[in-house]
């Protein structure tokens, strides 16, 4: 709890804040967490790698690893992209 002058302090730091950079207000003001795709992916594969290694063989854990890491970077841009 804030005393009334700090409040109003406060909520005068933010008005100018959100007056000269109103990008950084915006992407503050939404409190959404995205998806953890990147987190998701990973863990996906790195348990499906014991199966695949014993029903496709080492090669096939190669080309999965290879193709995660391809996703992941994906996404990666896809987000960057998409922040600005």
């Given at each position: 709890?804030?005393?009334?002058?700090?409040?109003?302090?406060?909520?005068?730091?933010?008005?100018?804040?959100?007056?000269?950079?109103?990008?950084?207000?915006?992407?503050?003001?939404?409190?959404?967490?995205?998806f953890p795709?990147?987190?998701?992916?990973?863990?996906?594969?790195?348990?499906?790698?014991?199966?695949?290694?014993?029903?496709?063989?080492?090669?096939?854990?190669?080309?999965?690893?290879?193709?995660?890491?391809?996703?992941?970077?994906?996404?990666?841009?896809?987000?960057?992209?998409?922040?600005?």
């Amino acid at each position: 709890m804030l005393e009334e002058k700090d409040r109003r302090a406060l909520e005068d730091i933010e008005q100018r804040l959100c007056a000269s950079d109103p990008a950084f207000a915006r992407r503050m003001g939404s409190p959404s967490v995205p998806f953890p795709t990147v987190s998701v992916l990973c863990v996906l594969s790195f348990m499906s790698l014991p199966f695949v290694g014993l029903f496709l063989g080492p090669r096939a854990v190669l080309v999965a690893i290879n193709a995660t890491a391809v996703v992941v970077m994906m996404v990666l841009v896809w987000r960057a992209r998409a922040s600005r």
